[in-house]
Every structure is written in structure tokens, then in C-alpha cells.
């Protein structure tokens, strides 16, 4: 126990033990209180790590956060190292932690990271669709009228999307992104990613929605869309279309990568954006 106590959220590993970060293995060795998503998870991973968790383990998930939250202030305000780790990914991000945040920093401790795996990004890297811009919505509404109305709303969002879901829904969750955003719209269905029966299917929505209705998904999915095309009238101007090229560029990405980053992003034919770039 220090003088001043501080929570430390984790990022995890999605599902490949070896993705695990130094910091986090310190992390789970030297703190005083580990909260875990899911305390059989955290066993499991320690024992592939190779380490054992040198604090007092407690529970911390959807069902017991409220209560469990004023526990874990308590014990930071007392000087004690919390740390946060869920199943996979980073804390707070459609999983518990975000309440414990606010509340941590509402009684002025402080709150610091030791960053990991987040399948959004991974899921995006993955996914063959512009990165470079993007939203993330998490999971949506359960209730189909709900999730129609919240996809709606999506419809003309320029940006790709990010969301998760659960795989007894993925099916009804396809056919309505396909209904509503046409089912043209490219996207990439990333499951179970890093761990044994990773996959990626980089497909337009209605085929997504087919390969979803007649099989059965299993898994952790992650799923991204491209972005709405920009509309008939709102084409930029070949100075634009060269500055979204060489921003691109800028930015890491091949000029290969950057012509066809912006082809997508303005539904224009990616030999038109060569052309104007090399003339």
C-alpha cells in the first residue's frame, strides 16, 4: 500500500496470451486489488502467463459494478493500487470501467493505463476499409425496431463504423444494416479475433447478411462498415482529391492504399483518382 492509492486500467489480451503487454504482467503481479471482468478469465490468463496475481482478486462486471464501485474508491482513497482488467480488450469500451473511472476521478485519485489490445482498431487494421476516419458505435439496440431506428440515423454517416455484437443477433443485425444501408455497402465481419478460428469476411452487407442467416456464428464479432458515399453533387475537386491523397500519404499508407482510400470514401472509380493524381 502506497500513500496514494491510483486505479490502473488494463488492456488485455483479445484472446492470444502472447499479445499480452510487460506492463500488464507487472501490473497483475504488483497490485494491490485486480477487478476482473470475469475472475475465472483472469486465472486462466495468469496461469498462461506464468504468474500469479500478487493482490486480492475481486469481481467487477455489468451485474455488481454499482455496488462494487464505492468498495474499490474506498480502497483507493486508503492508499491501495486497483487494478481494472476485463475478458479482452480495454476497460470502459462496452465493457465495465467506465463508472469506476468517473468515480475515481471524481474524489480526485488518479486513474492511468497500461495499454493493450482493443478490437476495435484490430478489427479496423483488418478490414480492408478506410481507418483514417471512423465512429464507433458499440453494440446495437437489441429490439429490431430500435436498432432500425439507431441504423436510420447511421445511414448517411461518411465516416466507418465499428460495431459489436453478439452472434445469436448477428443475423437480424446484417439484414437491417442491408436494408438500410443498401446491401452494396462494403464491410468486413472480423470474428473471434487473435484467438484459434480468427476470421475475416470482407464482404458487402447483403452477402454478410445471407452468410449470417444460414449458418450459425459463434464468437466474439466485430464488425465494420464503410462509410456512406458521398452524394451525386458533392464530388470534390482535383486539387481536393489530391490533398485527401497526399494527407493519406502522409500518414503512413501506400499511394496504392491512399488513391483507393479515397476512390471508397467519395464512391468514385479508383482509375478516375489515379488519373487526377498523376496528372
Known sequence: MSEVGRLILLGAPLGNPADASARLREVLISADV???EDTRRLTRLARDLDLTVGGRIV????????RRTPELVEAILAGYVVALVTDGGMPSVSDPGYRLVRATLDVGAPVTVAPGPSAVTTALAVSGLPCDRFCFEG???RSGGARRSRLRALAAEERTLVF???????????????????????AALCRELTKTYEEVLRRP??????WATEGDPRGEITLVVAGAPVTAGERPDDDTLRAAVAE????????????TDVATEYALRRRDVYTIVHS
Open 248 to 259: 493519406r500519404e502522409a500518414a503512413g499508407r501506400s499511394r496504392r492504399d491512399a488513391i
Open 164 to 186: 459489436f455484437e453478439a452472434p445469436h443477433r448477428i443475423g437480424a443485425t446484417l439484414t437491417d444494416l442491408a436494408d438500410t444501408f443498401g446491401a452494396e455497402r462494403p
Open 205 to 210: 452487407l447483403g452477402e454478410l447478411a445471407r
Open 139 to 141: 453494440f446495437l439496440p
Open 59 to 66: 469481481s467487477y462486471f455489468e451485474g455488481n459494478e454499482e
Open 34 to 36: 485486480v477487478a476482473a
